[in-house]
């Protein structure tokens, strides 16, 4: 065995000590922080993990935030929807009291010229706008989706809200709009104008819900003639019969879509649920893998005060610091 020289005992005493003062030094942090990991180099896995579940736990958050702004988009939507359908709802009741066969020209012209203002505020509907964007207009949301022409009739509009029959347009006005509710799930929020102008009678045949309005006025103004847009019928026969058929496939239409909204609406909350439970989950996980436990940091930081003081006393004895220690 070799010989133990006093150079041999003062590195040893240095390495514990360092050792022993670097412990405490990270015992001293964690209890600062309440963090079991300050730098990544403490536990490089349980660091990667960390960031891991930060990144995830900001991301559903943002999920929830995305559903928060769709939720309230929803509701416009739905309130839209039952606008659109009052506006139905009372031109069905002016047809029926157009069908009274004792009206005379004057009140016919009266209930033609409510029914133009129900045009107006079926555009105005449809142009609803909710936090700068048009809800009904699709990818084009940024300009209104329709106009009433110099006819009064109700047209797609382009960018610069002029009617068009653009084919590039309206299907960017009939396009979904899609938001992510959590990784990977997107989901499907807006209805658009084309949804509610194009609709489907009873037997099936799409219609448009403007040659439908200008059909009503039509035989409001002459109700002894026939219209193109629909079968050759009398004019009040038209108005009680055919007509009203058809108005009543567009509020059915308005039901069917106002349905699919509150289905978009309660996906949006399921979502939000799972989001929050999962990050619940995932918050608890984070405690446990970066916090301390405080009571058993501090016995083993006291533990470790005693460990150093106890290196330094016994080095005070068996390290000598001059020749006065031999002569003693």
């Known amino acids: 065995m070799g010989r133990v020289t006093n150079a041999m005992l003062s590195s ?46 900001d991301s559903n958050k943002q999920f929830n935030e995305n559903i928060k702004d769709i939720s309230n988009w929803l509701d416009t939507t739905d309130t839209a929807l039952n606008q659109a359908g009052n506006v139905f709802g009372r031109i069905r009741t002016l047809l029926m009291t157009a069908g009274n066969g004792a009206y005379g020209e004057d009140e ?21 706008n909710f936090d700068g964007a048009y809800i009904f207009g699709g990818t084009k949301s940024t300009s209104k989706p329709v106009t009433v022409d110099t006819d009064g009739k109700i047209k797609y509009a382009d960018k610069g809200g002029n009617a068009t029959t653009d084919a590039t347009t309206i299907n960017q006005i009939g396009s979904g709009l899609n938001v992510e509710v959590s990784e990977g799930v997107l989901i499907k929020y ?29 035989n409001l103004d002459t109700p002894a003639t026939t219209t193109t847009s629909f079968p050759g019928t009398p004019g009040q026969e038209m108005l009680t019969g055919t007509l009203l058929g058809q108005v009543d496939s567009v509020i059915q239409n308005l ?74």
Do not use: C, H, W
């Open 12 to 57: 040893n005493y240095l390495t514990n000590m360092n050792r022993n003062l670097r412990n405490m030094q990270v015992l001293q942090s964690q209890l600062a922080s309440g963090k079991a990991i300050n730098k990544p180099s403490d536990d490089p896995y349980k660091a990667s993990r960390t960031m891991q579940l930060y990144t995830e736990i």
């Open 108 to 128: 016919r012209k009266a209930i033609q010229d409510e029914v133009k203002e129900k045009v107006n505020e079926l555009a105005q509907i449809l142009n609803t």
């Open 190 to 218: 807006n209805k658009t104008a084309v949804d509610i102008l194009q609709y489907k009678d009873k037997s099936g045949a799409s219609q448009n819900v403007s040659d439908l309005l200008e059909a009503i006025e039509k």
């Open 255 to 328: 039901l069917q879509r106002r349905s699919e909204v509150g289905a978009m609406t309660n996906r949006m909350e399921s979502a939000q649920s799972k989001n929050e439970d999962e990050n619940l989950d995932m918050t608890d996980i984070l405690s446990k893998t970066e916090d301390i436990d405080f009571t058993e940091k501090m016995m083993s930081y006291s533990m470790m005060q005693t460990v150093y003081m106890a290196s330094l006393q016994t080095s005070a004895k068996i390290l000598p610091t001059s020749l006065l220690d031999y002569i003693r």
